[in-house]
């Protein structure tokens, strides 16, 4: 019985999904059978983020970040020496020089969208233009907004900056103004209209 679904699930795929398939097998190339990252990133929890806004002129944004770094992205694009990922560029054995990837960016993304479409992108290799990559991506570098991505900080404007400062001021004027109302009335000030002086 389960040899004769998994036939009819490849005979479902599209022409361009099946051809990709036999030429890059999922066994070999899946992004599935990536090796674990060396430093495991642990999660970050967005609660836990500071706020977004400096407080004051003073503090500065995040440093530009290393592009050696290891990071969570750059952990997801791997390729073997044995079987090199179609996606992404490799170097020549020969002279050091870098090959391009052997299917274009363009391809890629049709390939991934046609994958995701049939439920099947967890069998394509890892590239740029998977949705765990740019999902990765988005998180670690934020909406291609300064100050958006984990860990970073916007200067923003004036009163943003301020806000804070400005609502814990309200809240304490809200907080002490029935004692300032009953000061106001024993001082007599609250007397009413009618007791003004005519002009």
């Not at 099947?120 to 990765?136: D, F, H, I, N």
């Not at 958006?148 to 103004?177: C, F, N, P, S």
């Not at 109302?181 to 007599?188: S, Y």
């Amino acid at each position: 019985m389960a040899t004769q679904s998994a036939p009819s699930l490849v005979t479902k795929l599209p022409l361009r999904l099946r051809n990709f398939f036999s030429r890059y097998p999922p066994q070999i190339y899946s992004a599935a059978t990536r090796p674990a990252p060396e430093q495991p990133s642990a999660p970050v929890d967005a609660s836990s983020l500071p706020s977004p806004y400096t407080p004051n002129r003073d503090a500065k944004g995040k440093k530009p970040l290393d592009p050696t770094a290891p990071s969570p992205s750059r952990d997801l694009l791997y390729s073997s020496s044995n079987h090199p990922n179609p996606f992404l560029p490799r170097k020549n054995f020969r002279n050091g020089k870098w090959i391009g990837p052997r299917i274009g960016l363009r391809t890629q993304a049709d390939l991934v969208k046609l994958a995701v479409k049939y439920n099947v992108e967890a069998l394509l290799p890892a590239g740029r233009k998977s949705t765990e990559y740019k999902e990765t991506r988005r998180a670690e570098r934020g909406l291609q907004i300064k100050g958006t991505g984990i860990g970073q900080k916007v200067k923003g404007h004036k009163w943003e900056r301020t806000m804070e400062a400005r609502l814990d001021e309200r809240r304490k004027a809200m907080m002490e103004m029935p004692e300032m109302i009953r000061l106001w009335k024993q001082r007599g000030h609250g007397r009413g209209w009618k007791q003004w002086p005519k002009r």
